[in-house]
C-alpha cells in the first residue's frame, strides 16, 4: 500500500519553488537582458503574463486535461473542475495530489513563457495574452497527456524524464512556428542591451532545473540524485564545448556563449536525466551545444527565420537530440529501460515516433491558431511601435529613467 512520505513531499514542494523561479525571475532575467533596450520590460511582462495565465487555466481545467483518466490516448477526462473534489490527504503516489497538481503548474507556465523569445520586440501584447491560453489549451495539454499523462506515447513506452518533448521540442518548433507567421524583424541583430541580466538568468535557471529533473521522480531518493548529478555536467560541459566552439569560430571565448552552451545541455538532458549514467550525460551535454550552435548559426541564416532569442535554436534543437539520446543511452539499472547501447534498438525508435509526433503537432496546431489571430486581431506592432520600440509605446514606460 503506498503511503504519505513527509520526505518525498518536502523535496517536491523544493522542486516545484526551483522550477517557479525558472520562470520568474529565470527566463524573464534571461531574455529581458539578451533584447534590446527598448523592449526589455516588453519581454520581461510576456514571461509574467504568459505563466500568471497558464496558473489560472491549470487549476480550473488544464490539469485534468493533461493527467485526467485517459480518453483514447488523446487528453484527459475533465473532471474535478477548479480541483474540486481532490482533498488535502489526496495522494499521487507518495505526495499530496495538490503538490503534484502545482509542481506540474510550473511546468505548463515556463513552456509558455520560453516560447515568447523568437517573438519579442513585434509581437503585440494583445496578441501574446490570447494566443497563451489558447496554445495552452490546443498544443501544451494534448502533448503533456500523450507523454506523462497516460496518452499513447505513454502507452507506447517514450521516455520523457522532465520535459524533452513535452517542454523543450513542444515550445521550440511552436515558437517557430508563430515566427515564421509574424515575420522577421526590422532590425534582427541580436546585441545583448544588458548581459548581466542574461548571465543572471541563465545562473537561476542552471539552480531550478536541478528541482526541474531532480524533482519528475516524485521522491527523495537515489534517482532524484542521479538526477541533479547528470544535469549539472551536462550543463558544465555545454558550457565547456560552446566555449570551445567560440573560441576556434570566433577567436575568443564569449560569455553569452558559454551561458548558452549551459542551456543547451541543461535542455540536452532534460528527458534523460532519469535514465542515463554519467557517461551518457557527458556525451548528450557536450553534443547539444554543437547541434544548437549549428542551428543559430548556420541553419537560420541560411533559411531566414527569425527566431530572436534562438527558443527553436536552443530549446528545440537540443530538445530533440536529447530525446532521441534517450533511446540511445538509457541504463535499465537507472531508469528500468535500456537503450540501444544496451541491446534494446526498440526505444530509439519509439524515441523518434515521440520526438516526431510532437513536432508535426506543435507546430501545425500553432501556425494555424497564429494564422487565425493574425487574421482578426494582428499578431504584429505596427512598424512606428517596433522602431521605437515596445516599452514605451506599449507600456508607456521605461526600463532606465534618469531622474
Not at 515568447?116 to 503585440?124: C, D, E, I, Q
Not at 554543437?290 to 537560420?300: D, E, H, M, N, W
Request: charged share 10%; hydrophobic share 55%.
Amino acid at each position: 500500500m503506498v503511503m504519505f512520505s513527509a520526505g518525498d513531499t518536502a523535496w517536491i514542494l523544493v522542486c516545484t519553488l526551483l522550477v517557479l523561479l525558472m520562470s520568474i525571475p529565470a527566463v524573464a532575467f534571461f531574455y529581458g537582458g539578451l533584447s534590446k533596450r527598448k523592449n526589455v520590460l516588453n519581454t520581461i511582462f510576456l514571461t509574467f503574463i504568459a505563466f500568471s495565465i497558464i496558473s489560472v487555466i491549470w487549476v480550473i481545467f488544464g490539469y485534468q486535461f493533461a493527467f485526467g483518466t485517459d480518453i483514447n490516448g488523446l487528453i484527459g477526462s475533465p473532471t474535478n473542475f477548479f480541483l474540486q473534489g481532490i482533498g488535502l490527504d489526496d495522494l499521487n503516489g507518495t505526495i499530496p495530489t495538490l503538490l503534484f497538481v502545482m509542481f506540474q503548474c510550473a511546468f505548463a507556465g515556463l513552456t509558455c513563457a520560453i516560447m515568447s523569445g523568437a517573438l519579442v520586440g513585434r509581437m503585440k501584447t494583445r496578441a501574446w495574452i490570447i494566443f497563451a491560453p489558447l496554445w495552452t489549451i490546443l498544443v501544451y495539454l494534448p502533448i503533456a497527456h500523450w507523454v506523462w499523462g497516460g496518452g499513447w506515447l505513454m502507452q507506447m513506452g517514450a521516455l520523457d524524464f522532465a520535459g524533452g518533448a513535452v517542454v523543450h521540442i513542444n515550445s521550440g518548433i511552436s515558437a517557430l512556428a508563430v515566427a515564421l507567421v509574424i515575420g522577421k524583424r526590422k532590425d534582427t541583430s541580436l546585441i545583448p542591451h544588458n548581459l548581466g541580466y542574461a548571465v543572471l538568468g541563465a545562473a537561476l535557471l542552471w539552480f531550478g532545473w536541478m528541482g526541474f529533473n531532480g524533482g519528475s521522480g516524485l521522491a527523495a531518493d537515489g534517482l532524484a540524485a542521479n538526477a541533479i548529478i547528470v544535469s549539472n555536467v551536462a550543463a558544465a560541459i555545454g558550457l565547456i564545448v560552446w566555449t570551445i566552439i567560440d573560441t576556434y569560430v570566433v577567436g575568443k571565448p564569449t560569455v553569452l556563449g558559454a551561458i548558452s552552451g549551459a542551456v543547451a545541455g541543461l535542455v540536452g538532458i532534460t528527458p534523460a536525466a532519469g535514465f542515463v549514467d554519467v557517461p551518457g550525460a557527458l556525451v548528450i551535454g557536450a553534443v547539444a551545444p554543437i547541434i544548437s550552435y549549428f542551428a543559430i548559426y548556420y541553419l537560420k541564416p541560411k533559411l531566414g527565420y527569425d527566431d530572436a532569442l534562438d527558443a527553436w535554436g536552443i530549446h528545440g534543437m537540443s530538445g530533440v537530440w536529447g530525446a532521441i539520446a534517450t533511446g540511445i543511452f538509457a541504463v535499465p539499472a537507472i531508469g528500468g529501460t535500456a537503450g540501444l547501447l544496451y541491446g534494446n534498438p526498440g526505444q530509439l525508435w519509439i524515441q523518434i515516433i515521440s520526438v516526431i509526433a510532437t513536432l508535426a503537432y506543435a507546430f501545425i496546431i500553432s501556425f494555424v491558431l497564429a494564422k487565425i489571430l493574425d487574421a482578426t486581431v494582428g499578431m504584429r506592432v505596427d512598424e512606428k511601435e517596433e522602431i521605437g520600440g515596445l516599452d514605451s509605446n506599449v507600456h508607456k514606460e521605461s526600463a532606465y529613467n534618469l531622474n
